[in-house]
């Protein structure tokens, strides 16, 4: 075992305390990565509010530099600029896997915390800590050009929107709306612009209106008006929905134009949806979730060459607990990104 340090959570507080945690020692095709940056997900909060079992450490969009390698690794060596998301392993053989869907592998994938090591069994724990250690199959090589503390978001709420927004045919000439203006969907808005499709904001928050539109957004639609709602029915091929908590479908599934798509990426759980709200225009409702290594790729390939990155504001991790508060009373414009050299 080799000892780092990181923040870990603190019984049932939901707040974070600095700790020893162990890593272990390197495995033949295995990476030690010194975390540089990592960014904060609202998943993070829904981590710290759930049960909890073992001892949690958040942490899965992060970019740092690899240190050590194993004897078996010929991808990357000592000096590297590393970034890894939400995923550290998967079967590798299933047809998710062969298919580079790891995000789907029928065993599940081993997620970079809260998840078990498949190899060892041993509790993953997050990266809002010093070093990671993790099979350098599931590390990508960050690509040149792109800031290492604005591109960590891109390996979470990046690919997670990039995925569906591919998938689902975005590009020239496609109606794109994203509901949720935070983590997600201010990526999604980047990415659905830089991919040429005519982009909108659905908002709860008006004051976000200026920022939609340097953003790229044509048009900034509140959430909380009738009236432009209404304005806005069945206009969009794509509504990218990354609303965080839960809520009724029916008005986003409005709309979403003749055989479009909500892609409902925010809350994971149960939801109700009324089929009249499906039926008519024959509309699709999809869901998805993180990346497979190749989506990953390209994606930061694409950010490379079109320039985009997260709007971040970064912090030193000591103030990672400020950070959750914020993020928790929707006052983040639009991903906090922790520093993790004040951990040394
Ligand atoms: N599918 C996946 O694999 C995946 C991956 C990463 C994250 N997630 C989930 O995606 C969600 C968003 O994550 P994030 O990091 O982007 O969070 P975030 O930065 O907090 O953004 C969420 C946005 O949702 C809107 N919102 C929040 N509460 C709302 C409410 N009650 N009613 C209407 N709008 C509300 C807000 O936008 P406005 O102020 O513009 O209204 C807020 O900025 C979280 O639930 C997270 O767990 C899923
Ligand atoms: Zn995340
Ligand atoms: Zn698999």
Redesign the pocket.
């Known amino acids: 075992m080799r000892t780092t340090v990181g923040w870990q959570a603190d019984g049932t507080a939901g707040t974070l305390r600095r700790a020893p945690l162990d890593r272990r020692d390197l495995r033949p095709d295995d990476l030690a990565v010194r975390v540089d940056y990592c960014g904060v997900?609202?998943?993070d909060?829904?981590a710290l509010d759930g049960d909890r079992t073992s001892p949690l450490v958040p942490g899965h969009e992060f970019t740092g530099t690899v240190t050590e390698t194993g004897t078996a690794v010929t991808r990357f060596s000592a000096g590297d600029t590393v970034a890894v998301g939400?995923i550290i392993d998967s079967c590798g053989d299933c047809t998710m896997c062969r298919a580079g869907q790891e995000n789907f592998c029928r065993a599940f994938p081993t997620l970079t915390y809260g998840g078990t090591d498949r190899r060892d069994g041993t509790a993953t724990l997050g990266a809002f800590s010093r070093e990671f250690v993790l099979r350098d199959r599931f590390a990508h090589p960050l690509p040149a050009g792109l800031d290492p503390a604005a591109a960590a978001p891109l390996l979470?709420?990046g690919v997670?929107v990039w995925e569906p927004l591919r998938t689902l045919g975005v590009g020239p000439g496609s109606r794109v709306a994203v509901?949720?203006?935070?983590?997600?969907?201010h990526l999604a808005v980047k990415l659905a612009v830089a991919l040429g499709a005519d982009t909108s904001?659905?908002?709860?928050?008006p004051g976000?209106a200026d920022d939609a539109r340097r953003l790229g957004a044509r048009e900034f639609v509140p959430?909380t008006d009738p009236a432009r709602m209404a304005e806005a029915r069945d206009r969009f091929d794509v509504v990218i929905d990354?609303?965080?908590?839960p809520?009724d479908l029916g008005p986003y599934l409005r709309l979403v134009a003749m055989d479009g798509t909500l892609s409902h990426?925010?809350?994971?759980g149960p939801v109700t949806v009324e089929t009249m709200d499906l039926l008519v225009g024959r509309k699709r409702l999809s869901?998805?979730?993180?990346g497979g290594l190749p989506a990953t790729a390209a994606m930061l390939d694409f950010c490379a060459a079109e320039g985009v990155a997260a709007e971040i504001e970064l912090l030193p991790s000591a103030r990672v607990n400020e950070a959750l508060d914020r993020?928790r009373r929707?006052d983040?414009r639009?991903?906090f990104v922790l520093d993790m050299s004040d951990l040394d």
Do not use: E
């Open positions: 997900c609202h998943t909060l829904h939400n979470c709420a997670t509901a949720g203006l935070g983590g997600l969907g904001v659905i908002s709860r928050s976000k959430s990354t609303i965080s908590s809520h990426l925010g809350h994971l869901a998805a979730g993180s993020l929707n983040v639009y991903r």
